[in-house]
């Protein structure tokens, strides 16, 4: 079966730092990759996906991740974060049904 | 369409009693998924349905727990005798196909046993 693995529980940056936030995958096919974003008691809200194709997508709010085959990863990254930005991220792999990873949760410090 | 629909937003419930959830999914969706959330985990899969077959079921629905989307259109989820383990945020999604183009989610049920 595909899963993710999402390495940090918690990151923390600073206004306008770059975020990063990793993930990597485990399939015996070529994958189906997603990353959402969840603020508090919400559900969760597609950022971005790869299917196949260009292996840099970009997504809403500025995030953008690429997906690179030889280190099965899919890290999402931003340029410049927003205080708007805090959230708990979730990497997804869609196998028969989409399986989530634990989780990164967020924090945008003034 | 308003995206994906949940009722209630959340319940609180005694040990023992029985709740029932609603999904009112996206209408040209026909694939429909229930998931559960605990704090500070991913969702995990419980089942889904095309149309209104279930296919697939997760070992985590236990026998307690029930679900059904009699018209191939809105979904219920049904837990019988709650317990505590029980309390947790139950997501409702629908797709349609291919599958590729992602997961629509709705807000949530968060389930309080006391």
């Known amino acids: 079966a595909q899963s993710v693995t999402q390495l940090g529980s918690h990151v923390s940056v600073s206004e306008g730092a770059l975020v990063l936030l990793r993930c990597n995958y485990s399939s015996s096919v070529p994958p189906y990759l997603f990353w959402y974003v969840q603020y508090p008691n919400q559900g969760l809200q597609l950022l971005l996906k790869?299917?196949?194709?260009?292996?840099l997508v970009k997504g809403i709010n500025g995030f953008e991740a690429e997906f690179k085959k030889s280190e099965t990863s899919f890290h999402l990254t931003k340029p410049s974060a927003h205080m708007s930005d805090a959230a708990e991220y979730f990497c997804?792999?869609?196998?028969?049904?989409?399986?989530f990873g634990a989780g990164t949760r967020l924090t945008v410090k003034p | 369409d308003t995206g994906v629909s949940q009722d209630p937003r959340h319940k609180i419930t005694k040990r023992g009693q029985n709740v029932t959830f609603r999904c009112d999914p996206i209408s040209e969706h026909n694939r429909l998924y229930w998931y559960r959330q605990t704090l500070g985990q991913g969702p995990e899969f419980l089942t889904y349905f095309q149309n209104e077959a279930q296919l697939e079921k997760s070992r985590l629905l236990s026998d307690r727990f029930s679900a059904e989307r009699p018209k191939g259109s809105f979904s219920t989820l049904e837990i019988q005798r709650t317990e505590q383990g029980d309390s947790a945020m139950y997501l409702c999604a629908s797709s349609s196909l291919p599958q590729g183009s992602g997961y629509t989610f709705g807000s949530g049920t968060r389930l309080t046993v006391v």
């Open positions: 997804a792999v869609l196998d028969n049904d989409m399986r």
């Open positions: 790869y299917t196949t194709g260009a292996t």
